[in-house]
């Protein structure tokens, strides 16, 4: 029988005795993430620091079945790191390296634990006329774990979803083998993560580590024009929301388009704050974008149901940056350190419908709550999230936060939403909605892929 | 200090800009850095502190080391976006004092408060010896300007010496009027404040202060920007119009005021910002006039710099202890390479800690003579007509 230490003692000949820890005090550190979803401890914490160190751990957690679960900040907040059966966790961090930058191609190749910090800043000092898309997330999310997700951020309307913009992988299977995906499989270049192949990196991304383990990964990059700014307009009518994003969207000038509310202060309560992202090379093309934002919102004007907010350059600055500390802040607005969102991706229309049960739940709960929408695509989705802050000393609250989460996911589905990055309760709904025979084709892969059931059980978990 | 970080220590969200410095280029805490198990940082050290308080975990070594690797080098309250930001350092050092209390501390920390205890200094060296580097120097006397506050590392460690020295020097062709303590002076103990040994701190302080008030000392300059931190800004009991200025801020003084004629040098310098000079007391500027007074040096920054700067490891007591020990990617090392990456011939230091942990580093990265490490006052010396 293979005993813990035996397992240990193999780890510790991959990555190094400094790499791999089976304290308390990483365990229970590992166990949890900031949001609500209960705490379970992993058995191993590894650092791998290479795709052959993350192969060699893959073989033994195949060859003993022992979960293992990759993991970049646990910042998705639903628990999608926790490792539910114990296990190896492999916190891939030092896995950090940007390897390549194809300018001409516009892509970029990093390590699968990069964080969104450091690629940002490489390509302000390396490549300055190069961006990628930035979430709102705070730096230490990894690029793949956005990915991983279908996270969105900076460029989300013009480009859509981070894993839209994934342009190669590689991957370790859960069985061992390291195996590219896109072009990358066939040529040097990693410009596309599919076509004209068929497109493998379906299997990987959105499965939340349960079918491999990213460990590089292509990125699209796009032209980072030299100014940016900000418009805020200002609403308080939901109902016209919708008609207002189409109409931005329809300018095709917008980089981003991002709606906040929030109860608190009380002069933000009722009002919408709609804030359109614009950029340009020169004073000419911008003013070109901002005329052009400034009449598809004309009549608005004239009916005075959308207002322009005056903002200095300073007021601005906090609103321009990426990402966005303000996101961050949330947590604290319970005073509590706790923060978790369900954040449907449903069609804009419902924005009024989500909003008003937004602030039916959190009274119904007595919860802090905010929301902020993202306009992905051309107008073909949106991202909505409900957003409760809570105290993390304050059990009750917790309880209350998590209560009202579901009730807003449950609502979301039955409103025709597909939930983000959801957690282990909300992946349940999803499969039981789910026409059966997809659900049929995903187990079918699953099993093809993971035939031990080693990558991050609990997740995706079809019975 | 205590109540107030058991009642706020679970605000932290563990979002991780902790571990940055502004720009986000790499991580900036610096046992992170050299660890890289999330519980190594500031978020980390958060969390398991509260489940500690709460009873979720129970003492280990493990989890004191995890506490005591903290330099508090003050870049997480720096990078923080939360409020309570600037309460980030009381409330490890708040978790601190309740290990010291309970006596659960690293065998290695112990030694250290004993050390300072028994011997007035962490190195377990004679109080009769402290002054033995001095060689003459005048003690000051009633009507001195300014008492120069050697402390521990000027006094026993052999680069901190030469620094007082050559700071000597240069103040004598100044015509400062000074005087040492020589003997008498005590360990400043900047350090058992921030390992957690508040009750011995106090004790050290107020015979400090006591000291300063039988000389009749008005104005103090230090050596050591931990001494100046915690003169200036934690010691009880002193004058209203005591003055407390690190050694850089009264050259830089001296040199703006012209009282001073210094040689042409064609000598390329980057600079390391100690954090007890610059993030605890935003003392940027002033050891930059110093440098850039001397004609034809070039001053080069390294990519971190100024509140972005990366600790030397050497923090906490660390200078002597040190907990970050071991590999590449230990802080001193890391910085090292960083610092010769500018292409700069020296890296001026003004803190006698970093002094010693980039000398060791240097060495241990066959650095040491491809790249000087200078104090800015020996710099200053060398140029002095």
Known sequence: MTTTNTIYEALVKIAGKDCVSTSKEERYFYARDGGLMPAHEPDFVVLPKTTEEVQEVVRLANKEKIPIVPAGAGLALTGLVIPQKGGILLDMKRMDKILEVNEKARYVIVEGGTTQGALKSYLQKHHPHLRHSIPDAPPSATVVANAVIHGQGRLAHQHGFNSDMVSGLEVVLPTGEICRIGSCSVSSYWFSKGAPLPDLSGLFLGWFGTTGIITKLGLKLYPCKKMRDVMVFLADNAELVPEILLKLSHTEMVEDVVISAQPLPLRFRGTFWIMVYLTGDSDEELEFKQKMVWNALWDYFQSRDVGVLSTSPEAKAPLLSMPSKDTTRFADVAKGGGFQYAGPITPIEKFPTFIRKLEEVANKYNVFYGSTTRLIGSGHCMMFSFSFSFNRANPDEMARAKKALDECSKFALEEGAVLWKADMDEQRMLMEKMDPNTLALMKKIKQLLDPNGIMNPGNWEMR | ?385
């Open chain 2, 1 to 385: 200090m205590q109540q107030k970080y058991v009642s706020q220590i679970h605000r932290c969200f563990r979002c991780g800009y902790c571990k940055f410095p502004t720009d986000y280029s790499s991580f900036n805490c610096p046992p992170y850095r050299r660890f890289r198990f999330e519980t190594y940082s500031t978020g980390g050290r958060l969390w398991l502190i509260y489940a500690w308080l709460k009873g979720e975990i129970q003492w280990s070594e493990h989890l004191a080391e995890i506490l005591y690797t903290c330099t508090t080098c003050k870049n997480c309250a720096e990078q923080c976006p939360m409020k309570f930001a600037p309460d980030i350092i009381d409330w490890i050092v708040g978790a601190r004092s309740d290990m010291v209390e309970k006596g659960r501390i690293p065998p290695r920390v112990a030694r250290f408060f004993e050390a300072v205890q028994g011997y007035g200094n962490p190195f377990k060296l004679l109080r009769t010896d402290r002054a033995a580097w001095a060689n003459g120097t005048k003690l000051f006397t009633a009507g001195d300007e300014f008492l120069l506050y050697v402390g521990c590392l000027g006094s026993y460690d052999e680069h901190g010496q030469k620094m007082a020295k050559s700071l000597i020097e240069v103040l004598r062709a100044l015509n400062v009027s000074f005087g040492i303590m020589g003997n008498d002076e005590e360990c400043c103990g900047n350090e058992v404040y921030m390992l957690g040994e508040i009750g011995l701190f106090q004790s050290m302080a107020e015979k400090n202060v006591q000291k300063f008030k039988e000389l009749g000392v008005k104005k103090v300059v230090t050596l050591c920007p931990h001494g100046y931190n915690t003169l200036k800004n934690n010691y009880p009991g002193l004058d209203e119009g005591f003055k407390v200025y690190h050694y850089t801020e009264l050259l830089a003084e001296l040199v703006q005021r012209k009282k001073v004629k210094l040689s042409q040098q064609k000598i390329r310098v980057t600079y390391q910002d100690p954090c007890f000079l610059g993030r605890y007391n935003n003392v940027y500027d002033e050891p930059r006039l110093a440098l850039k007074s001397i004609p034809g040096l070039e001053l080069v920054e390294m990519e971190r710099n100024r509140k972005d700067a990366f600790c030397c490891g050497g923090g906490s007591g660390n200078f002597v202890m040190d907990l970050l020990a071991g590999g590449e990617d230990t802080p001193a090392r890391v910085r090292i390479k960083e610092a010769y990456a500018t292409g700069a011939d020296i890296l001026a230091v003004a803190c006698p800690g970093c002094m010693t942990m980039l000398t060791d580093a240097a060495k241990t990265e066959n650095l040491e003579t491809k790249l000087a490490i200078k104090d800015i006052s020996q710099i200053l010396k060398e140029s002095l007509l």
